[in-house]
C-alpha cells in the first residue's frame, strides 16, 4: 500500500470512507481501547492527581530544555554514549545510515519507533541496500505489506487475521499452516529469533531519555526492544528532543499515564533503562551505543507557541477517542502521526501549507483533551492552527468568502436579523411536510440530511411583535 | 405516535416563580442564538418561560446576533473580535447571560478572552462577560434552584450531552435533574451519550461525508434506545441528529431542545406541525 | 562521524530554544529545586497497594491475575529452590533441563537431576534468573545487565523463572527510582536496568492477547524468605 499524502486529505477521506470494512476494523481496536482505558482508570483513584504531575514534569523539562538538554549531553558522553545532533528528518537519517556504513553492516534490526517513521528511516535503510528487519510484531506486518503505520501504538490495525496468513506464508522461512492467531505469532517469534541474533546493528527509539544520568528508556509489551539492543555489536538509538525528563523518577509518574492512556494496561511489560554500551566485564550487550538527537521541527514548535504539544508521550489515546480518526482510519492523514495529534504535529513536521486541511477534519468537541494523560488543549491547538491558514490564506477561496461574509454581516445585528428572516421565508419555500431534503446553498447538509423546516417567522421577529402586542394592549 | 404534552401546571409553576423571587430579582439577558432564532424560536420562548419562573426579569436585546463560532472555528480571529465587541457592547450591562446552547454559551465564556487577549481593555469586559454569562438549563439549576413542578409529558427520553455544554462547561447532571420532575416523562441511557454527533459547526458541511458517517452512528444508538423523545440542549446537534433519523426515515422519535419540555410549551408552537402527523 | 555538522546542528538546536525561551532561568539550584518539588506529588498520583506489606502485595497483585502469564509462590529458603525449580518443569511436562543463571548463590544450589546448562538461543528453553529487586505496585522483578546477568536470559526462553528475594520487595516504582539513583551515586549504573512485569505479549493481531510473542510465554516468579 503506498503511503498517501498529507495535501491530498480530502482525496484520501473518500478513499477511506469507500472502504466497506474500515470503519469495522478500526473499531476493533479503538473500541477495546477505548474500554480498558475507562477501567484503568477507574481502577486508579490518583489518575488526575497523576495527571497534573505528568503535565509538571514535561512542561518543567520543556521550560528548561536548553539546561536538560546539556546535561543529558553530558551524562550520556560520560557513560560513553556517541551523541549526534540533527535538526532535520534527513539529517537523521543520513547520520542512522552512515553509522550503518561505517560499521559495514549488512542487518539490522529495529524496534518500533515512531521517531524512527517520522525521520524515514525505513526508507533511507530500504534504498542503501541494508536488510531492515522490524521486530516489533505490528512493524513486521506492515513492512511485509509494504504499508505505512495506520496507528501509533497498534500500527497494523488495519491488517486482517487473513491478510497476516497470506503474509507470514508467503514470507516466512518455516510458516505456519494453521489459522489460529497463536500459530501466527510463533510463525513470527521463529522467523525473527535468528534475526535478532544475527544482526548487526540495533536501532532502537525511546520513551524517554534521562537527563540526570544521560539514559534511555524503552516500553514495550513484546520484549522486542531488549532483543533488538542486546544481540547486535551496535546499538544506535532515534529519539526526539522532547523526550527528555530530569530524572528516573520523573519518568515514573509519566509511565503510569502512558501505559493506562495506551492500552488499559496498569504497567506495560518491559520496562528498560539503556546506559550506554557494554561495561567490560558484561555478559551481553553492544559494544558501541549512539544516540541520534533530532529536532525536526520541534524548536519551531517551541517558537510558535505550540509548546504544550511537546508534552505528547505518544499513548494514542486522542485518536482512539477521535470520531473523526475512527471513521477514516490513520492513513487518510497521510502522515506517520494521525488523529488529534497528528492533526498538530504535521503541520510542524512538513508544512502548515500541506497539513492544514487536518486541522479542519475536527468537531472540536474536546474528547481528545479530556482523555490525554498529559493535559494537552489538543482542540485549542487545532483551532490555532487554523487561525495561522487563515492568516496565510491557505484555506480554500470560497470558505474564506463565506466565513468572512457571515462575520461581516455578525458585526451589524439588524441587518443579521434582516437577513435571518429573508432566510426563513427561503427555507420555507423549500419546505415539505416540515422537513427540507434538499436547498440551494446547503447541499453540505442536506446531502446527507434532513433539516428540520423552521417556523414563519424568527425568534426575533414574533418577539418583537409579541412585545409591541403587550405594550400595545397596556 | 402518541405525544400527549399537557401544559404546566400554572399553579406549580407560579408556586416556583414565588419561591425563586425571594433569593434573586435578576435581569437576565438572553442570547438567543442563531439557529433558535432562525430555526426553532419556541426554544427561545420556552428559555423566557423557564427563567421568569424561576424569579428572573428577562429581556432579549434586538441587536443581538451571532456568538461568532463559524468565524473563531475557521480562524477568523479579526472577523470574530468584531463580532465579540458588539456582543460585549449589548450584553455586559446584565446581571446574567443567559444562552440556551452549551456551544454558543461555551464561545462567550471561553474564546472571546481568547482573540481579545492582546487587548487589555476589551479583554477586561470579555472577562466580566464570561463571569456572567451562563447556559440556559445549568443556569436555571446552578444559580436559580429550580425546580419545574407540574409539567407532563408521557413517554421517554433520551439524552445527548452536547460536547460543549459537557466538557466546557459541565452540564450533565443539571438537565437530568429538571426532566426527573417532568411526570410520565422515563428516563432511556444513551450509549456514547457524550460522544460527538458529528455537528461540529462549520464541520458538518466542510467534511459532510465523514459527519455523516458519525451521525449515523449517532442516529442507531439513538433509536437503539427505543425512547419517543431525544432530548439535548444545542439545536445544532438536535438538528444534525433530528436530520439523520428523518432521512432514514424514522419518524417514531423526536428530538426536542430540553427546554421546549421543561417550560411545557412544546405542543403550543409544535401544534401544527403535529396536527398534521 | 562528521564534527563539524555535529557541532553545527548542536549549536542549531541550542539556539533555537534559547531564542524560543528568553527567559530561561541559569540558576541550576532553582531549577533542580523546581524538579524536586514535582516529585513530591507521587504520594497522591500513584495506584494504591494491594496489602500494606510490599511482598504481600506483590503475591496478591500475581494472583489476582494481573501481571500478564505470572505465577508466583513463596519459598523459606533458597535450598527449596530446585524442588520447587523442579515441580515448575513438570507442571508444564517440561525437560529436566534449564539455564540458571551463572551466580554462586544459585550455582551452588544442590540441582539434582536437573540440566542446569542449556542454550537459550534455542526455542522453547527455560531460564532461571535472579532478580535485584521487585516493584509491589506493579507486579515487577527487577534485573541488572552485569558479568553474571545476560539480559538476553530473561528475554530468549519460552519459560521464565525469576528468584525474587523478599527482602528486597519495594512498594513503589518510586522506591527503585530512589536505589537506581543511589547506585548512579556510586558510579555503579549497570548498562541495563530492565523492569519485567509479565510475559512477552502482543494484541497486534486483530487486537487478541498472545503470550510469547517473542520471549517467555509463562513467568513464575519465585520468592524467597532468606537467602
Excluded at chain 2, 437576565?28 to 427563567?51: E, H, Q, Y
Excluded at chain 2, 466538557?167 to 426532566?179: A, W
Excluded at chain 3, 530446585?82 to 551452588?108: G, M, S, T
Excluded at chain 3, 542454550?119 to 535485584?132: F, H, M, Q, R
Aim: aromatic residues 6%.
Amino acid at each position: 500500500m503506498q503511503a498517501n499524502k498529507p495535501e491530498n486529505f480530502y482525496q484520501n477521506v473518500k478513499d477511506a470512507l469507500a472502504q466497506p470494512d474500515l470503519k469495522m476494523i478500526i473499531r476493533r481496536t479503538t473500541d477495546k481501547a477505548e474500554a480498558k482505558r475507562a477501567e484503568a482508570i477507574a481502577n486508579f483513584p490518583g489518575f488526575e492527581n497523576a495527571r497534573k504531575q505528568g503535565q509538571k514534569v514535561k512542561d518543567h523539562t520543556i521550560k528548561y530544555m536548553d539546561h536538560y538538554l546539556a546535561e543529558f549531553e553530558k551524562n550520556a558522553l560520560a557513560q560513553g554514549t556517541i551523541i549526534h545532533w540533527a535538526s532535520t528528518a534527513e539529517e537523521a537519517s543520513k547520520i542512522v545510515l552512515d553509522i550503518c556504513r561505517q560499521h559495514e553492516a549488512k542487518k539490522v534490526t529495529r524496534s518500533k519507533s515512531m521517531l524512527g517513521e517520522e525521520i524515514g528511516l525505513s526508507h533511507a535503510l530500504d534504498n542503501s541496500g541494508i536488510e531492515r528487519v522490524e521486530t516489533d510484531l505490528a512493524e513486521h506486518i506492515i513492512q511485509l505489506a509494504g504499508d505505512p503505520p495506520s496507528h501509533i501504538v497498534w500500527p497494523a490495525m488495519h491488517r486482517s487475521r487473513e491478510d497476516v496468513i497470506k503474509l507470514f506464508r508467503e514470507y516466512h522461512k518455516d510458516p505456519t499452516y494453521s489459522e489460529e492467531i497463536i500459530d501466527l505469532v510463533r510463525s513470527a517469534r521463529r522467523d525473527l529469533r535468528t534475526k535478532f541474533l544475527t544482526a548487526d546493528i540495533g536501532i532502537s527509539g525511546s520513551n524517554f531519555l534521562l537527563a540526570d544520568s544521560g539514559s534511555s528508556c524503552t516500553v514495550t509489551n513484546e520484549g522486542n526492544a531488549e532483543l533488538t539492543i542486546t544481540p547486535p555489536k551496535v546499538h544506535i538509538v532515534t529519539a526526539g528532543i522532547e523526550k527528555l525528563v530530569p530524572s528516573m523518577a520523573h519518568a515514573i509518574p509519566l509511565l503510569r499515564l502512558l501505559t493506562r492512556s495506551a492500552t488499559g494496561s496498569e504497567i506495560t511489560q518491559y520496562i528498560t533503562f539503556h546506559n550506554g554500551a557494554k561495561r567490560p566485564n558484561d555478559a551481553d550487550g553492544p559494544e558501541e551505543c549512539h544516540m541520534v538527537l533530532v529536532d525536526n521541527g520541534r524548536t519551531k514548535m517551541l517558537a510558535d507557541g505550540m509548546e504544550e504539544m511537546l508534552r505528547c508521550i505518544r499513548c494514542g489515546a486522542c485518536m482512539n477517542h477521535c470520531v473523526v480518526y475512527k471513521h477514516i482510519g490513520g492513513h487518510a492523514y497521510g502522515s506517520v502521526y494521525p488523529g488529534p495529534m497528528g492533526s498538530v504535529l504535521t503541520p510542524h513536521l512538513n508544512s502548515l501549507e500541506v497539513a492544514n486541511k487536518q486541522t479542519h477534519a475536527c468537531t472540536l468537541n474536546g474528547r481528545c483533551e479530556e482523555v490525554c494523560p498529559v493535559n494537552i488543549p489538543l482542540p485549542k491547538l487545532l483551532r490555532s492552527l487554523r487561525a495561522q491558514s487563515w492568516d496565510k490564506k491557505y484555506e480554500p477561496l470560497t470558505n474564506r468568502f463565506v466565513v468572512k461574509a457571515f462575520a461581516a454581516l455578525a458585526k451589524r445585528p439588524m441587518l443579521f436579523q434582516w437577513v435571518s428572516s429573508c432566510g426563513v421565508i427561503f427555507m420555507k419555500l423549500c419546505s415539505r411536510k416540515g422537513w427540507i431534503r434538499s436547498m440551494p446553498l446547503a447541499g453540505g447538509w442536506t446531502r446527507n440530511r434532513d433539516l428540520i423546516e423552521p417556523e414563519s417567522k424568527t425568534f426575533m421577529q414574533q418577539y418583537k411583535a409579541m412585545k409591541k402586542a403587550k405594550s400595545d394592549g397596556a | 405516535m402518541s405525544q400527549e404534552i399537557i401544559n404546566a401546571d400554572v399553579k406549580g409553576a407560579q408556586s416556583n416563580a414565588i419561591k425563586c423571587l425571594n433569593i434573586s430579582e435578576k435581569k437576565v439577558g438572553l442570547f438567543v442564538t442563531c439557529l433558535v432564532n432562525t430555526m426553532r424560536p419556541s426554544v427561545g420562548f420556552a428559555a423566557i418561560k423557564l427563567l421568569e419562573d424561576a424569579g428572573c426579569t428577562v429581556d432579549v436585546p434586538e441587536s443581538q446576533s451571532c456568538c461568532g463560532q463559524p468565524a473563531f472555528n475557521s480562524g477568523d480571529d479579526e472577523g470574530t473580535r468584531q463580532i465579540a465587541y458588539q456582543t460585549i457592547k449589548q450584553f455586559e450591562t446584565f446581571d446574567y447571560v443567559v444562552v440556551p446552547s452549551g456551544s454558543c454559551a461555551a464561545m462567550i465564556k471561553k474564546n472571546f478572552v481568547e482573540v481579545l487577549k492582546d487587548q487589555p481593555e476589551w479583554l477586561a469586559r470579555a472577562e466580566h462577560l464570561a463571569s456572567i454569562t451562563h447556559e440556559l438549563l445549568s443556569f436555571l439549576v446552578d444559580v436559580c434552584d429550580f425546580e419545574p413542578s407540574g409539567v407532563e409529558l408521557e413517554g421517554s427520553y433520551t439524552y445527548h450531552d452536547s460536547c460543549s455544554g459537557y466538557r466546557s462547561l459541565h452540564v450533565y447532571e443539571q438537565p437530568r435533574k429538571m426532566l426527573a420532575n417532568v411526570k410520565g416523562l422515563d428516563h432511556r441511557p444513551l450509549h456514547g451519550h457524550s460522544e460527538c454527533c458529528g455537528f461540529g459547526g462549520t464541520f458538518c458541511v466542510k467534511y459532510s461525508d465523514i459527519s455523516n458517517e458519525i451521525v449515523a452512528e449517532k442516529a442507531e444508538n439513538v433509536l437503539a434506545t427505543e425512547a419517543d423523545y431525544l432530548l439535548g440542549g444545542d439545536m445544532g446537534c438536535l438538528m444534525n441528529m433530528a436530520g439523520k433519523l428523518n432521512r432514514e426515515g424514522h419518524k417514531e422519535i423526536e428530538a426536542l431542545h430540553t427546554a421546549e419540555v421543561l417550560a411545557g410549551l412544546a405542543p403550543q408552537i409544535l401544534g401544527g406541525k403535529n396536527a398534521s402527523k | 562521524m562528521n564534527k563539524q555538522r555535529n557541532e553545527i546542528s548542536r549549536e542549531r538546536i541550542f539556539d533555537a530554544i534559547r531564542a524560543a525561551a528568553p527567559t530561561v532561568t541559569a540558576d541550576v539550584k532553582a531549577i533542580q529545586a523546581e524538579a524536586a518539588d514535582i516529585l513530591r506529588e507521587s504520594e497522591f498520583a500513584r495506584p494504591d497497594l494491594l496489602a500494606d506489606d510490599a511482598a504481600d502485595a506483590l503475591v496478591q497483585r500475581i494472583e489476582a491475575g494481573l501481571v500478564i502469564g505470572t505465577s508466583c509462590e513463596q519459598i523459606a529458603t533458597m535450598d527449596a529452590l530446585p524442588n520447587a525449580v523442579d515441580q515448575f518443569l513438570a507442571k508444564y511436562a517440561l525437560p529436566k533441563a534449564l539455564q540458571v543463571q551463572r551466580i554462586e548463590r544459585l550455582q551452588k544450589l544442590n540441582w539434582g537431576s536437573l540440566s542446569t546448562e542449556v542454550d537459550i538461543k534455542n526455542d522453547n528453553t527455560v531460564g532461571l534468573c535472579w532478580a535485584e529487586y521487585g516493584i509491589a505496585e506493579t507486579g515487577t522483578f527487577v534485573v541488572h545487565s552485569g558479568p553474571d546477568m545476560p539480559i538476553l536470559l530473561n528475554y530468549l526462553p519460552l519459560y521464565l523463572i525469576a528468584v525474587v528475594p523478599r527482602s528486597k520487595i519495594l512498594p513503589y516504582m518510586d522506591d527503585y527510582a530512589l536505589i537506581a539513583n543511589e547506585i548512579a551515586q556510586r558510579g555503579e549504573t549497570p548498562r541495563n536496568m530492565c523492569l519485567i512485569s509479565g510475559v512477552s505479549g502482543t494484541t497486534d493481531i486483530e487486537g487478541v492477547l498472545i503470550q510469547g510473542a517473542h520471549g517467555p510465554e509463562v513467568l513464575h516468579m519465585i520468592i524467597v524468605e532468606d537467602q
